[in-house]
């Protein structure tokens, strides 16, 4: 059973940084795409950043673009959202999801797109 655990988030500094992770479990992280989608109050979700599962391909939404890093360690199976220079408006939910992509090069940023989700952790950047 593909399972997705969140962790990493609390409050923080605007101008502070925070480190999200995803920690799966039931399936290798190698053959799976990854992505990491934020949902504010009132707000539709939003797709943030991406990983594929072969090739290193990355996206990242123009919101978060040279402030947000993602990484995996497949070893760990473990993807990773380092967050840096966060903003009050970063402040949301933020979840993973997974597909299986069979090692391509694919990543999406679409919440349809996904078919497993992490329960999410709150991010608040406040001061």
């Known amino acids: 059973q593909v399972q997705l655990v969140e962790s990493g988030g609390g409050l923080v500094q605007p101008g502070g940084s925070l480190r999200l992770s995803c920690a799966g479990s039931g399936f290798t992280l190698d053959y799976y795409a990854i992505g990491w989608f934020r949902q504010a109050p009132g707000k539709e979700r939003e797709g943030v950043s991406c990983s594929s599962s072969s090739d290193g391909t990355t996206y990242y939404a123009d919101s978060v673009k040279g402030r947000f890093t993602i990484s995996r360690d497949n070893a760990k199976n473990t993807v990773y959202l380092q967050m840096n220079s966060l903003k009050p408006e970063d402040t949301a939910v933020y979840y993973c999801?997974?597909?299986?992509?069979?090692?391509?090069?694919?990543?999406?940023?679409?919440?349809?797109?996904?078919?497993?989700w992490g329960q999410g952790t709150q991010v608040t950047v406040s001061s």
């Open positions: 999801a997974t597909l299986r992509t069979y090692g391509s090069s694919w990543c999406g940023v679409h919440s349809y797109q996904y078919t497993y």
